[in-house]
């Protein structure tokens, strides 16, 4: 055994004290060991382990300077990449506009690293800066493509799976991301961490459409297609920042054995879900295919346990179609308007509209449990079965609140809606929508597989893992109380998720739907 080996443990235990005496800063005090360390029933690791490569990952110094300082004008410097993800050692192209006259690209792969939350794995030389030609826009379906040549090409060979972020620095200091996930092809004995790549695109309002709006605003004029052929709006890479890197972070930081993977690609290929412990869906998921959706059930099936990190989770039916650089390159959903899909005569099970409406309805509580109901509200999460197992350890009461944690959009056990049973509420929480009072609920229950699969009922949990810190920029007003609560909570249920059926070895849910909702909205 090397020097660096004998003082592995020695830096582990400081981390995990620094961590400690970070909450207890906070005024956590006892919460701080109940949010950041594991409880007894839940000490040791899962039976197939993390692999050394993975543990050496996790234990490698991390990047602090990875973070973006100056975006400068949207022009600065903007880049997409030819594929959604890749397989290690796998080719990727980058395409890139700018108005400096060189820039460099560094891939900085998200993670724990001792809570400096990314690594540097590459760094390339100095590019040739030039400015693209203006994008398309296909007025079929207001779909925007920028359609640039590549700029380079550049290999990943020796790069650990996982989350990336390229940065591209220009010359004159302004910076973009580009996200990029380094897949998993394997699955079997890991958590999978399942990104939401068709979610950030429908949102993505660059060139001036998305899903969601055209370029005055208006619903009305919004894309009915968008596609991966264009750089991400803001940041570069907002949605996988808020929603989704904290609980990389976290899940890394467990220990537990983990793979990668996007919805795109367990659309085409189910190969990585095999076997697999656990899927995790982040704190926004919202754009699922039925390919997708019946491969993750076929998992949960099998005895894969599947958590839901967020809320509106599954909620938009969409197609994937060929893009200017490949297939699956463009995502298609006419929501509303889902009588001009092309599919809507004959194929209605391919109708791009929400899940639960007709042609082909099947709402997505028959997957997740809950059901989305609406937006925008801003609620205190409140527990109701404090001694369910997902607690153990946080000290909850019948009652207990955390301000701002319900938010802004939100899900909910809905009597009369296909749900799985049994089914337990675990949280219910009072909340006014749009002037109408209803509720969000926290829910668990189990398959016949054995699976256990829990919904946290709001999108606010992957954020809240960052609330009251300097990363967590958008924290609604959480504090680091709730910050000690949701991470405990998230810990409790990847923990247990990773052993396996959680039927095998968690108390069983407790039907109280009908207790619940007696004499309530």
Same mark, same amino acid.
């Given at each position: 055994?090397?020097?660096?080996?004998?003082? /592995?443990?020695? *830096?582990?235990?400081?981390?995990?004290?620094t961590f400690l005496g970070a909450c207890a800063g906070a005024g956590l005090v006892s919460a701080a060991a109940a949010a950041c360390d594991p409880s007894p029933s839940a000490r040791g690791r899962p039976r197939d382990a993390a692999s050394p490569a993975q543990d050496a990952e996790r234990d490698r110094p991390g990047t602090p300077d990875w973070r973006i300082r100056s975006r400068g004008p949207a022009t600065a410097v903007a880049g997409y990449t030819d594929r959604v993800s890749v397989t290690p050692?796998?080719?990727?192209?980058?395409?890139?506009?700018?108005?400096?006259?060189?820039?460099?690209?560094?891939?900085? &792969?998200?993670?724990?690293?001792?809570?400096?939350? /990314? &690594?540097?794995? %590459?760094?390339?030389?100095?590019?040739?800066?030039?400015?693209?030609?203006?994008?398309?826009?296909l007025s079929g379906t207001r779909t925007v493509r920028a359609d640039w040549p590549r700029t380079l090409s550049f290999g990943t060979e020796g790069w650990p799976e996982g989350a990336y972020l390229l940065r591209l620095d220009a010359e004159d200091g302004h910076q973009r991301y580009v996200p990029l996930i380094v897949r998993s092809t394997r699955g079997?004995?890991?958590?999978?961490?399942?990104?939401?790549?068709?979610?950030?695109?429908?949102?993505?309002? %660059?060139?001036?459409?998305?899903?969601?709006?055209?370029?005055?605003?208006?619903?009305?004029?919004?894309? =009915?297609a968008v596609s991966f052929d264009r750089p991400y709006d803001s940041s570069g890479a907002e949605k996988f920042l808020v929603y989704e890197w904290a609980a990389?972070?976290?899940?890394? *930081?467990?220990?537990?054995?983990?793979?990668?993977?996007?919805?795109?690609?367990?659309? &085409?290929?189910?190969?990585? =879900?095999?076997?697999?412990?656990a899927v995790v869906c982040l704190g926004h998921d919202e754009y699922w295919t039925p390919e997708q959706r019946r491969h993750v059930t076929a998992a949960r099936d099998a005895g894969a346990n599947v958590a839901f990190l967020g809320a509106n989770t599954c909620f938009r039916r969409i197609r994937l179609e060929q893009g200017a650089t490949g297939p699956d390159r463009t995502v298609v959903c006419y929501k509303s308007s889902f009588r001009a899909d092309p599919c809507y005569a004959d194929r209605p099970a391919l109708v791009t509209t929400d899940f639960r409406q007709s042609p082909g309805a099947d709402p997505e509580s028959s997957m997740t449990g809950v059901l989305y109901e609406?937006?925008?509200?801003?609620?205190?999460?409140?527990? @109701?079965?404090?001694?369910?197992?997902?607690?153990?350890?946080?000290?909850?009461?019948?009652?207990?609140?955390?301000?701002?944690?319900?938010?802004?959009?939100?899900? *909910?056990?809905?009597?009369?809606?296909?749900?799985?049973?049994? =089914?337990?509420?675990?949280?219910?929480?009072? =909340?006014?929508?749009?002037?109408? &009072?209803? @509720?969000?609920?926290? /829910?668990?229950?189990?398959?016949?597989?054995?699976a256990g699969v829990f919904a946290t009922g709001t999108m606010r949990w992957v954020e809240a893992l960052m609330a009251g810190t300097p990363a967590g920029g958008r924290d609604h007003g959480m504090d680091a109380r709730t910050r000690a609560f949701v991470t405990r909570t998230t810990e409790n249920v990847l923990r247990a998720f990773a052993l396996g059926p959680a039927a095998r070895h968690r108390p069983a849910p407790r039907p109280n739907t009908g207790e619940v909702y007696r004499g309530t909205a």
């Open positions: 055994m090397g020097p660096d080996e004998r003082a /592995a443990p020695l *830096r582990a235990e400081l981390r995990r004290r050692g796998e080719e990727c192209a980058l395409h890139v506009s700018t108005t400096a006259p060189s820039f460099r690209v560094s891939a900085f &792969r998200a993670g724990w690293y001792g809570g400096a939350g /990314a &690594r540097l794995v %590459w760094s390339s030389g100095r590019i040739p800066g030039r400015v693209q030609p203006e994008p398309r826009l079997a004995g890991r958590t999978v961490l399942m990104h939401a790549p068709a979610t950030w695109q429908a949102y993505n309002r %660059w060139g001036g459409y998305s899903l969601y709006a055209g370029a005055g605003g208006a619903y009305a004029d919004r894309s =009915l990389v972070a976290l899940a890394e *930081r467990l220990g537990i054995p983990l793979a990668y993977t996007t919805g795109t690609d367990v659309h &085409r290929d189910p190969g990585v =879900l095999r076997g697999a412990r609406g937006y925008p509200t801003d609620a205190p999460y409140v527990v @109701h079965a404090a001694d369910h197992w997902v607690y153990e350890g946080t000290g909850v009461r019948p009652g207990d609140g955390f301000g701002h944690l319900v938010g802004v959009e939100y899900d *909910r056990v809905t009597p009369g809606a296909p749900t799985p049973e049994p =089914l337990e509420i675990t949280a219910h929480s009072p =909340l006014v929508c749009n002037g109408r &009072r209803s @509720h969000s609920d926290s /829910a668990y229950y189990t398959a016949g597989s054995g």
